[in-house]
């Protein structure tokens, strides 16, 4: 997630400065830098006391654990605040998260082992109310404020989405889930609904796809 989050901002503030300042997010990392992402990514799974469910895979500038029972793979920006979250109420492992905090958006990546009669579009529904009980501002929206071209969400065929957009129409909220190899995998993604569709453009609204780093794909195709 690292990488486009890193592109997003850098398109942020390119249009409140103009072009000469904005930097290059495809500049590689120096080992120095790698080693601190490292560093990084070993403290955010120490706070989690999670050293038996994830492992750092970090290989660039934004810290990289990937849990291993479900090969959810969470990239978290260097200019970002982020945690990993295991639940209590779960069997340990069977239900983790990873959450990363912008100042004008948020993602939280999830996943959990779920039964054979329990579909993604049953979950997210489940977490969907969830999220409206929490905020009872939010409400069921068929699409974002502004529309989004439907090639620009790089949608997987296997992915349900659901939306919640405020009742005043500022703040949007994007839920996207799958079922694979009896684990259900969600995104939340929050963010005013003004850019929105910048945040889609550049690929931070995606595919479950993106959160994956199975071991029979390989991590050479997880993004970096």
Known sequence: MH???ALAASLLHLAAVGPAVAPNPR????PEEIAAARSAA??????????????????GRGPTVRHRASGLYCSFSEKSVGRILI????????RVACEERFEYWATTVSARRAPADVTAEQELAVEVQSDRSAHPDLEPSRQPSDPVPSNMLHRAP?????????KDGKVTVHWVGR??????YLVR???PTKLYPLMATVGLIGSIDDVL???ERGRSVCRP
């Not at 500049?27 to 120096?30: D, L, V």
């Not at 070993?42 to 290989?59: Q, Y």
């Not at 079922?179 to 259900?184: E, F, L």
Request: proline content about 7%; glycine content about 4%.
């Open 3 to 5: 990488s486009t989050m």
């Open 27 to 30: 500049t590689p990392p120096s």
């Open 189 to 191: 993604f929050i963010t």
């Open 87 to 94: 639940p209590s109420s779960a069997d340990r492992g069977d």
């Open 158 to 166: 296997a992915d349900s989405d659901l939306w919640l957009r405020s």
């Open 213 to 215: 780093c199975t071991p």
């Open 42 to 59: 070993d403290r955010l799974v120490a706070d989690a006391h999670a050293d038996d469910l994830f492992e750092n895979i970090t290989t």
């Open 179 to 184: 079922k694979q190899n009896g684990w259900i």
